[in-house]
């Protein structure tokens, strides 16, 4: 199993220290967001170079630890057409610069029509799709340059909130360089959260084949709201999410999220617990 986490669940540290911290625990890769992880580091557009990110790089290497996944969340359907651009060319920087880091995957979300990120009800519609499809073919375009894949994760709340919505970005932009960070948690809603199952097996069939990160986080049903807790505290079925990873993507990275250093242990055990049985 590889499991691994969020660096900056570790808090904001420097590279050396995270990369002790993170070892120590046990974990064997990382989503590494630069400016949310390292202190320090100044991460803005046109401040990485190849030295920067291979210094990291090789840091987490000497522990023994992958950096899986770096994580560029930018808002791709953002109304601010300039600030767009600017988080687009931040996106395409870290792409550049990806190989430098030993990672061959960076990753966003799909974004709001909102710049908060918070919900905006035309999310789900034509528009904001399109815009969408715009700036990820862009980004894919400039990861084919490079040897690098853009993974894209799916959020109910945002543009692509579905099984089906993330399946159809794939048939849109016809590239083996656009692939997919599934995190099940994410497309779980109040709507469908009794039919879990289905969400689940859903995506392994629309987009399994492209899965190249897992993120493993937990959720529990509070007021009528879906809320993210850590792996092994919440209702996520778990048997079934790596009894089809173990089947369809042996070896997957798979990403602890929103999980607790001070019991962190607990989720770390309930994780391999149920990925050595199924």
Do not use: W
Request: glycine residues 8%; hydrophobic residues 40%.
């Amino acid at each position: 199993m590889r499991l691994g986490v969020r660096a900056h669940d570790f808090g904001k540290l420097p590279v050396e220290e995270l990369a002790k911290k993170i070892s120590q625990k046990g974990f064997r890769c990382i989503q590494l967001a630069l400016s949310k992880s390292i202190a320090g580091l100044e991460a803005g557009l046109g401040r990485l170079n190849p030295g920067m990110a291979y210094h990291i790089g090789k840091t987490f290497d000497r522990y023994g630890i992958q950096i899986a996944v770096l994580g560029c969340y930018i808002n791709p359907v953002h109304p601010d057409k300039e600030e767009r651009r600017l988080q687009i060319e931040r996106f395409k920087e870290h792409i550049r610069y990806a190989r430098d880091f030993g990672c061959s995957v960076i990753a966003t979300e799909t974004g709001s029509l909102n710049a908060d990120f918070s919900f905006h009800p035309e999310n789900h519609g034509k528009n904001a799709f399109r815009i969408l499809l715009e700036s990820v073919k862009e980004l894919v375009e400039e990861a084919e340059k490079f040897g690098v894949f853009v993974g894209i994760e799916g959020v109910t709340r945002y543009v692509t909130q579905s099984p089906e919505r993330v399946a159809r970005v794939l048939q849109e932009i016809q590239s083996n360089h656009l692939q997919i960070v599934f995190d099940p948690v994410n497309l779980i809603s109040i709507e469908n959260y009794e039919n879990q199952e289905k969400v689940i097996c859903d995506s392994f069939d629309m987009f399994g084949d492209r899965i190249v990160a897992l993120h493993a986080k937990d959720f529990v049903i509070e007021e009528q709201v879906v809320r993210s807790v850590q792996a092994g505290k919440g209702l996520l079925n778990y048997e079934l999410l790596f009894g089809l990873l173990k089947q369809r993507k042996p070896y997957c990275n798979i990403l602890m999220e929103d999980a607790k250093v001070d019991i962190m242990d607990e989720g770390i055990a309930y994780l391999k617990g149920i990925y050595e049985r199924v």
